[in-house]
């Protein structure tokens, strides 16, 4: 059981680069997937999550420039990322959780209970 990220890479300002997460050993059916990232030198923060009933969150930092989907396989989540800024440079890791969570609950890392490797994203002035 495993999580495989892929479509990260370098990018100018306000390009859009789009991000897969893969399940290997399972599929996303009836599971919570959220995508976090690290910039260096700060503390991970959450992103974004499709949680297990559909809803969509998002924090206020990529509010109506990301977007996360799902394959109907439910085999792979992506994350849509549109009007990048050097400010969205990290490393993005996906997790998910074989449950659901809700607007208070979803941006907690401790929640998931499967990682990934991450990606680096690098967004250039």
């Known amino acids: 059981v495993q999580l495989v990220e892929s479509g990260g890479g370098s990018v100018q300002a306000g390009g859009s680069l789009r991000l897969s997460c893969a399940a290997s050993?399972?599929?996303?059916?009836?599971?919570?997937v959220a995508w976090f990232r690290q910039a260096p030198g700060k503390a991970r923060e959450a992103v974004s999550c499709?949680?297990?009933?559909?809803?969509?969150y998002y924090s206020d930092s990529v509010e109506d420039r990301f977007t996360i989907t799902i394959d109907d396989a439910k085999k792979t989540v992506m994350l849509q990322m549109d009007s990048l800024s050097p400010e969205d440079t990290a490393i993005y890791t996906c997790?998910?959780?074989?449950?659901?969570?809700?607007?208070?609950?979803?941006?907690?890392?401790?929640?998931?209970?499967?990682w990934g490797q991450g990606i680096q994203v690098t967004v250039s002035s």
């Open positions: 499709l949680s297990s009933d559909g809803t969509a």
């Open positions: 997790a998910s959780l074989g449950g659901y969570l809700v607007y208070y609950d979803w941006n907690r890392d401790y929640e998931y209970d499967t």
């Open positions: 050993g399972f599929t996303f059916d009836q599971h919570s």
